[in-house]
C-alpha cells in the first residue's frame, strides 16, 4: 500500500500566492453566520404568508386537476400503483381477487358532476375505512372529443388522490375497461 506523499513546499507556496491574488480570504472560523433578519423582511414574509392563506381559502377545495389529460382510447385498459406498493397486492388486484365493498357509476355526469361526485365517493370511502371501491367510468365517447372524456379524466384522476394505492380495469363482469377497482390506504390519517 503506497502512502500519500505531500507536494514540494514550493508548489504549496505557488497556490497560496495564486489564491492570495485571486482575492481568496482564509477562513478565520468555521461556523456559518446567518446574520440577523431585516425588519422589512420579516414584515414582507407575513404579508405574503397572510396572501397565501387567504388565497388558499378561496380556491376551490378540488383534489383533481383540470390540467392536461391524456386521452385513453375506450378499449385500453388502466393500470397505476404507486411505487412501494406490494407486487402480490397489486397481481391480486388486477385479478380481481380483492373484493370490492362499494360502487359508483359516472355515467350520465358531465366533467364537472363527475369529478365532484368521484371526490366525495373516495373521500367517504376512506372515512368507511374501506380497502377497495369500483368506479364505473364507462368508455363513451363524447360529442366534442373523440376519446372517452370521462375515462381518461379518472385514469388522471386517480393518480392525483392521495389515498389511492392502485387503480387498473375491472374484470369482464364488473365492467371490463370500463369501470376500475380502486385500492385505497386505509391506515394514516385522514388526507
Not at 503506497?2 to 507536494?7: A, E, K, L, Q
Not at 485571486?22 to 431585516?38: E, F, H, Y
Not at 407486487?87 to 364537472?112: E, F
Not at 392525483?160 to 380495469?169: I, K, Q
Amino acid at each position: 500500500m503506497s502512502r500519500r506523499r505531500s507536494p514540494p513546499e514550493e508548489e504549496v507556496a505557488l497556490f497560496r500566492q495564486a489564491l492570495k491574488e485571486a482575492g481568496v480570504q482564509r477562513l478565520i472560523s468555521d461556523r456559518a453566520d446567518p446574520g440577523k433578519p431585516r425588519r422589512d423582511d420579516t414584515q414582507r414574509l407575513a404579508a405574503r404568508r397572510e396572501a397565501a392563506i387567504s388565497a388558499a381559502a378561496d380556491a376551490p377545495q378540488s383534489r383533481t386537476s383540470d390540467g392536461r389529460v391524456e386521452p385513453v382510447r375506450p378499449s385500453t385498459p388502466l393500470d397505476f400503483a404507486v411505487a412501494d406498493l406490494p407486487y402480490r397486492t397489486h397481481s391480486a388486484l388486477k385479478r380481481g381477487q380483492i373484493d370490492w365493498q362499494a360502487g359508483l357509476d359516472l355515467h350520465g355526469y358531465t366533467l364537472d358532476e363527475a369529478r365532484e361526485q368521484l371526490e366525495r365517493f373516495l373521500h367517504d370511502a376512506r372515512a368507511d375505512r374501506l380497502r377497495c371501491v369500483l368506479v364505473v367510468h364507462g368508455k363513451a365517447w363524447s360529442g366534442m372529443a373523440d376519446y372517452p372524456v370521462i375515462k381518461s379524466h379518472v385514469n388522471a384522476w386517480l393518480r392525483e388522490w392521495p389515498s389511492v394505492l392502485a387503480f387498473c380495469s375491472a374484470r369482464d363482469a364488473d365492467g371490463g375497461t370500463g369501470a376500475v377497482y380502486v385500492l385505497l390506504r386505509r391506515r394514516g390519517k385522514e388526507l
